[in-house]
């Protein structure tokens, strides 16, 4: 089982950046890709990006890549995605997931995933 908790979203002025975080409860965190996910009001959740246990691996939706970048690390149990040049279209709720693969495969959809964290909001103003 595992758990995980969003944190760091908030209101931002495009341009703006922001620190997304996910703790993960558990021992086994490292055998997991990670991944975050976002659903903006009245739209289906979208993926953004994710990466494998090693984090050797990525995986961006092409909207967010040159302004997303996910990380981990293994030893805090936390995955991050940091967001520059936010554009208020980036405005929604963000969820990580986590998957149990534990290889180089970095998983792309909702299905492939475990478990869920509650989200956090990030909103971006014009």
């Known amino acids: 089982q595992v758990q995980l908790v969003e944190s760091g979203g908030g209101l931002v002025q495009a341009g703006g950046s922001l620190r997304l975080s996910c703790a993960a409860s558990?021992?086994?965190?490292?055998?997991?890709?990670m991944g975050w996910f976002r659903q903006a009001p009245g739209k289906e959740r979208e993926f953004v990006a994710a990466v494998s246990w090693s984090a050797i691996s990525t995986n961006y939706a092409d909207s967010m890549k040159g302004r997303f970048t996910i990380s981990r690390d293994n030893a805090k149990n936390t995955v991050y995605l940091q967001m520059i040049s936010l554009k208020p279209e980036d405005t929604a709720v963000y969820y990580c997931a986590a998957a149990k693969k534990y290889s180089e495969y970095v998983p792309r959809r909702e299905y492939e995933y475990d478990y869920w964290g509650q989200g956090t909001q990030v909103t971006v103003s014009s």
């Open positions: 558990g021992r086994t965190f490292s055998r997991y890709a």
